[in-house]
């Protein structure tokens, strides 16, 4: 246990996730209330003051006072009137004997009775894998959130109003599994209008994310023990949905142009199936070229197999016209595409959809039905109205400009103020930059730097399966308005030349 009060161990978990959504008097106190119960603020140490605390954090005095009055009622620390504040002796002799119990009945299990059933093999998988984290405030230099503060909610509100009464109660029932029908018509067209995909209504699965169309792919279409085809390095959910399958992980590297199809062409594990990102390579931003999308075609209908594209932001293209996703290339139904409005759109709506073969479409609804049933009606159908009236495209077109300046200036800032520490990969599109690291300089190490000045990046090496190869950041900008982006890239910059 800590002799001292440490200050930097309390501001970092003051920026733990459980937290963040409190009142700031609240963070300080659950903060450090989890520094005692864990045993980092030893039983009988002294803590600061309240106005030398309050200075070191930034906060008004009253602030901490109140988390004090609140730790002392519910008997974490003492208060004595002219001395200061302590930590309950009481409570860390009560922990104390609470772990040698606890310590002692564990004991006592391993040594005299057989251990209980506990978690499945795959339980102890997906718990191991400690999930994936989503970003719940705006923060820089966090990936994957678009733009929130604008979007369009009177439109949406005005659109759901009238959804609610033309449906009355039939909007409040179960829905198709696959997806409100209106919904699936609005994707195809659009699906088949921008992006050159070949597709109808029947073809489209409407799920809550991404992540559960890889969860369904890796249950239907991998078998435990099997191999998958992954790009190295490539998204980290897609590795996890397809690891917590059991499925066994073969690595295929990417450069330039996106996948590596002579590798593909060599690969003789057995796969069934490779994933793919080809209009924004993720964390890379490459783009496939059209001549290895037709080879990857090509492999999948000599060795039958399925291409599982995940089109997760295709729609924020800026260097040049986007390319015809490979699903409207493949005229012999291999590809399962995947789509989500959750980046063109908004998080919160949990919207996301397939794009599948046409034999794949029964056991992929009837999978779906098993696991959550629908998708809500009624933000389904606000949705189909947002795009049958135009909404859509018009919001994706403001955002793909304003996006395309805040690359411009999260490019000019890198540039600035990194210089000699990182160096930008300008990607022809996408919501993240992805840096590489200059010699001498560690990921780990500017991580923690980083996140001291309440600054969030996103490590490469983890997106790596086995050894990393490069090291750096994926910084993500389209949440950040210019300032912002300015801003935080010299507390940035700051933390790590100090």
């Known amino acids: 246990m800590a002799k001292t009060f440490e200050l930097e161990t309390l501001k970092m978990r003051l920026n733990d996730a459980e937290f963040r959504l409190l009142d700031l008097h609240q963070r300080i106190q659950r903060a450090l209330r989890a520094l005692i119960l864990d045993g980092a603020l030893a039983p009988g140490l002294k803590l600061p003051a309240t106005r030398a605390l309050a200075g070191s954090l930034g906060v008004a005095r009253d602030t901490v006072e109140n988390a004090y009055v609140q730790l002392h009622r519910d008997g974490f620390i003492v208060r004595r009137g002219g001395s200061g504040s302590y930590v309950s002796q009481t409570l ?34 997906i718990l191991d894998s400690g999930g994936v984290a989503d970003q719940q405030v ?83 279409l991998v078998d435990a023990g099997k191999p998958i085809l992954l790009e190295n390095p490539g998204y980290y959910g897609a590795r996890k949905a397809f690891e917590t399958a059991e499925a066994g992980i073969v690595p295929i590297d990417v450069d330039a ?42 492999w999948a209908v000599e060795q039958d197999k399925w291409i599982i594209e ?40 949990r919207i996301g959809y397939m794009v599948l073969p046409h034999e794949l479409v029964r056991a992929f609804t009837y999978a779906r039905s098993m696991m959550d049933g629908h998708t809500p009606q009624i933000p389904q159908l606000t949705l189909a109205r947002f795009m049958e009236d135009g909404h859509y495209n018009s919001h994706v077109r403001a955002m793909r400009k304003l996006y395309g300046e805040r690359r411009a200036i999260m490019l000019d800032a890198i540039g600035r103020h990194l210089n000699g520490i990182a160096t930008a990969l300008r990607p022809p599109g996408g919501l993240q930059i992805p840096c590489l690291l200059a010699a001498g300089w560690s990921e780990e190490q500017t991580i923690r730097q980083a996140a001291s000045v309440g600054v969030q990046l996103s490590g490469l090496s983890r997106l790596y399966a086995g050894e990393a190869t490069q090291q750096g950041w994926l910084l993500g900008y389209s949440s950040l308005a210019g300032h912002e982006i300015e801003t935080a890239m010299r507390r940035l910059a700051g933390a790590l030349r100090a």
């Open 92 to 125: 860390g002799n009560e922990l104390r004997g609470t772990m040698r119990r606890r310590g002692k009945a564990q004991d006592t299990r391993r040594n005299e009775a057989p251990p209980g059933p506990g978690l499945s093999r795959r339980g102890r998988m």
């Open 138 to 220: 705006i923060k820089a230099f966090a990936t994957g959130l678009p733009e929130t503060r604008t979007f369009p909610t009177d439109v949406w509100e005005r659109l759901q109003r009238r959804v609610v009464k033309d449906c009355q109660g039939n909007a409040l029932l179960h829905g198709d599994p696959q997806g409100a029908e209106p919904l699936r018509k609005a994707i195809a067209t659009y699906l088949n209008l921008e992006r050159g995909a070949k597709c109808s209504a029947e073809q489209i699965l409407v799920l809550s994310s991404t992540r559960q169309a890889l969860f369904l792919c890796a249950q239907l």
């Open 257 to 298: 142009q996106g996948i590596r199809t002579d590798l593909l062409q060599a690969d003789r594990s057995g796969a069934q199936c490779v994933y793919v990102t080809p209009s924004h390579q993720y964390p890379s931003g490459a783009t496939l070229s059209l001549e290895r999308r037709l080879e990857l075609i090509r």
């Open 310 to 349: 995940d089109d997760y932001d295709s729609e924020f293209h800026y260097d040049g016209l986007p390319t015809a996703c490979v699903q409207g290339l493949d005229k012999y139904q291999r590809t399962l595409y995947i789509g989500t409005f959750s980046k063109t759109l908004y998080p919160g709506l």
